[in-house]
């Protein structure tokens, strides 16, 4: 059983700063890429920011600049340090990790239950 459990979300004042974070738990191996997606209402569910077990990150246009990505690999954890926050961030952000199992030889995609971030004066 794997688990990914994202805390951090709340309301925050355009311009305004949060950090999110996302922990793995479980018979985990090795986590490979680590990543963020957000989901605006009515739209589709948009990559943010990957994070390689090696450091290497890739970022949406819409937050470089804005945004960092990064993680701990001794503690499993992804973060999100967002700054410069607009309205058109406000989404549930999703964390997701790439992950081979103990005992087992095959890569699956866990997803966490999401965080709400609302970016509103």
């Known amino acids: 059983q794997v688990q990914l459990v994202e805390s951090g979300g709340g309301l925050v004042q355009p311009g305004g700063s949060l950090r999110l974070s996302c922990a793995a738990s479980?018979?985990?191996?090795?986590?490979?890429?680590m990543g963020w997606y957000r989901q605006a209402p009515g739209k589709q569910r948009e990559l943010v920011a990957t994070?390689?077990?090696?450091?290497?990150?890739n970022y949406a246009d819409s937050v470089k600049g804005r945004f960092a990505i990064s993680r701990d690999n001794a503690k499993n954890t992804v973060y999100l340090q967002m700054t410069s926050l607009k309205p058109e961030d406000t989404a549930v952000y999703y964390c997701?990790?790439?992950?081979?199992?103990?005992?087992?030889?095959?890569?699956?995609?866990?997803w966490g239950q999401g965080t709400r971030v609302t970016v509103s004066s």
């Open positions: 997701n990790g790439d992950i081979v199992r103990v005992a087992g030889n095959v890569q699956y995609r866990y």
């Open positions: 479980g018979s985990i191996f090795r986590i490979n890429t």
């Open positions: 994070i390689i077990s090696g450091g290497d990150t």
